[in-house]
Each structure stands twice: as structure tokens, then as C-alpha cells.
């Protein structure tokens, strides 16, 4: 359970991450970030990379307390690497859904009315707690293009079975993923302004 957990914190700090853009609008900020002559896309990704940073904190606590408690991870140090990075990526992907979320509705209320909407179904729609392969058919396909299902797989892989079998999956689609995402948000986020 614990890489659910894991994808569970850095999913749930990273999905408010966009709350920061309407916030920076609200005071006058954002504007002035447009206004400087950078690329839009860096303003985006340097906010997702910021909740990737963020997100290996969340990272740090929890192999702590899983050393404390016991509980048996692969403490090899290529594996842990493979593990944060897979991290920073999660986190920079819904960072940017969530910054995405954040263009669309303009509102601290609705905001978080969204994005509370989204989290747990994209969590308990995902390997987090169960295998895929117990859930019924309908729920295989949703978690089959969740984002959370490859990372969890990915950081399932590294830290509890030491086997990386799947690892090009997890990786690509996770990539994927953080490109369109990407994308979407550099096209969106001028317009949290409008």
C-alpha cells in the first residue's frame, strides 16, 4: 500500500497546485508574468516542476515512516532514483491538469469544487488500493488510461517487487501524459486572465 499512498499524497498536493494561478491573478502577478518576454510554456512548467519539488518532500516523510514502521521497500539507490523521478513526473502532470482546471473556471470556489471532484475518483479508479484485474470491466478501462494506475504500477515496481517489468509503459505513458497536459496549459494559461 504504500506506493498508493504515495501516488495518493503527491496526486492530492499537486491537483490544488493551480490555486496558486488564480491567486497570482487575483493580486496582480499573473499579468506581469505574461508581460515578460518568456515562453509561456516555461511559466507552466516551471510551476509543475515547483509541485515535482514539492512532491519529493512528500517523498522524504514517507520513506521515513516506512523505515520506522518496518515496512520491507528495496532501499537500492537506483531504484530510488527511478522512483522519484517517476514522482516528479506524476506531479508534474496533474499540476498541470490542475492549472488547466484553474484557466477554465477563474474562481477559487469552483476551483476547488473541481478539483475535489476529480481526486478520489481518479484515485479509487486506479491501482492505488486494489489490482486492476479484481475490478470489473468497466473500471478496468477507466483505470487503464489513469495516469495514477502507471505511476502506482511504476513505484509498485521499484520499491516493493525490485522488478522493473513494465517500466517502458509507465514511463510513456506518463510522458505522454505530462505533453499533452503541457500543451493544453500553455494554450490555457494566458487566458486565466481573460
Known sequence: MTPGILSQSVMFTAIFFGLSTIWERDM???QKFLAMPIP?????LGKALAAGVRAL??????FLLASITGIPLHWHPALLSAAAGV???????????????????????????????ITMPLFFASNALYPISIMPDWLRVVASVNPLSYMVDFLRGALVTGQLTSWQADVGVLLVACTL??????YLYPRVVA
Not at 40 to 44: D, E, G, I, Q, T
Not at 181 to 186: E, F, L, R, S
Open 40 to 44: 509561456r510554456v516555461a511559466l507552466v
Open 28 to 30: 496582480g502577478i499573473l
Open 87 to 117: 514522482v516528479i513526473l506524476g506531479a508534474v502532470f496533474f499540476a498541470t491538469l490542475s492549472m488547466i482546471i484553474a484557466a477554465i473556471v477563474k474562481t477559487r470556489e469552483r476551483f476547488m469544487g473541481i478539483g475535489q471532484l
Open 57 to 62: 518532500s512528500q517523498v522524504t516523510i514517507i
Open 181 to 186: 497536459a503541457t500543451a493544453v496549459g500553455t
